[in-house]
């Protein structure tokens, strides 16, 4: 239920990001500039992506606005949805520039899609050696493409009509949503180059940064821009998301486990299992951690230590509970949601384990 759901909002939003970047195409005029906004454009568009933030973002506004005036400001909603979901692209093109990722939802990420257009523009030119670095000029672009996603996001909402005091309160959740992805990125990041493992409690703050805070920012902006109650209504639902948020990070990295032990990263189930391993095993994690480069073979050790020590069962669990905290934190909501989003949010804690 939940699934078809959120596709056919997906669908909604996907015709609004399509209507948002012609508008952009007839702003933004020079031809120089176009061809990196067209390859933006795809990079955005990519039909693969969930849409989850900016349908987050429009739920709670429908949640709490008087259903008397939401036929004629749902268009302009939907608008400043999609600023929630250039800041969510803007922190993955720069995670993926920063980890050196090749694919993101089946394509290029899109510092790899940059440096796949110029090289394959200038394949059959002959061009000096020192032209051809394609790599530097993905990287570049990759940098400024994200910083530029994150400003247009900014200006989405400041250019909307919601009254003044509530586009600066809006404003404000979209800038802390920006420091939390970035302080998040740079603790991430000094933690793996000083070789630091990761306690759970740091984890999760982690994951608070990167994941938690995109989820409740998006509700709190639509939230506010109906003209929630702060304490009663945004801040429950604002607390449900950070569970949420935290739980699917968690459901992501168990996901991912193979990816992860490939890229020698020590997420939420190398950092359980290490408790609960014994001289040995710990050993063979430390050894096979420390090599250049992992093998089939470790990542079948690994994963058999992961399984031995119910890390993974432990991280499942774990996110189950932080589910749980969310439908306790949704109940704290008075007035009470409008009856088609209270489903919808009681629906969505669930949809992790569907």
């Known amino acids: 239920m939940i699934g078809k759901l959120l596709d056919s909002k997906k669908k909604i939003v996907d015709r609004e990001l399509a209507k948002y970047f012609r508008r952009l195409n007839r702003k933004k005029n020079d031809i120089l500039f176009g061809d990196f906004l067209s390859e933006f ?37 939907r608008k400043v949805s999609m600023s929630i979901e250039l800041l969510h692209n803007a922190h993955l093109i720069h995670d993926d520039l920063i980890d050196d990722d090749i694919i993101r939802r089946g394509n290029f990420t899109f510092h790899k899609q940059i440096k796949k257009e110029i090289k394959d523009l200038y394949k059959n030119e002959e061009i000096p050696q020192i032209s051809k670095n394609w790599e530097q000029y993905g990287k570049d672009i990759g940098i400024l493409g994200g910083t530029y996603a994150y400003l ?56 608070e940064l990167e994941r938690a805070r995109t989820f409740d920012k998006a509700v709190r902006i639509g939230a506010i821009l109906a003209n929630g109650n702060v304490h009663y209504q945004i801040k ?16 992501d990295d168990i996901i991912d486990i193979k990816e992860d032990i490939t890229g020698k990263k020590k997420k939420i189930v190398y950092i359980l299992a290490v408790k609960n391993t014994d001289e040995q095993q710990s050993k063979i994690l430390n050894e096979i951690y420390r090599k250049d480069d992992i093998t089939n073979d470790d990542i079948n050790i690994v994963s058999k230590i992961f399984e031995d020590t119910k890390a993974i ?29 209270k489903e919808f949010f009681n629906d969505f804690t669930d949809y992790l384990f569907k």
């Open 41 to 77: 454009k795809n990079f955005i568009l990519n039909k693969k992506a969930k849409r989850l933030h900016s349908i987050l973002l429009i739920e709670a506004f429908n949640g709490i606005i008087n259903p008397m005036y939401l036929e004629e400001q749902i268009e302009e909603i």
């Open 152 to 207: 247009l996001g900014l200006d989405i909402i400041k250019s909307s009509d919601f009254p003044q005091k509530l586009k600066l309160m809006a404003i404000n959740e979209y800038s802390e949503a920006m420091d939390s992805l970035i302080r998040g990125q740079i603790i991430e990041e000094y933690m793996q180059y000083h070789h630091i493992t990761m306690s759970l409690e740091q984890y999760l703050n982690i994951a």
């Open 236 to 251: 429950p639902l604002s607390n449900a998301m950070l569970k949420i948020g935290q739980a699917y990070a968690i459901r």
């Open 313 to 341: 069962k432990i991280a499942d669990q774990l996110a189950k509970n932080l589910v749980y905290e969310a439908n306790l934190s949704l109940k704290e909501i008075y007035p009470d949601l409008n009856r088609e989003q």
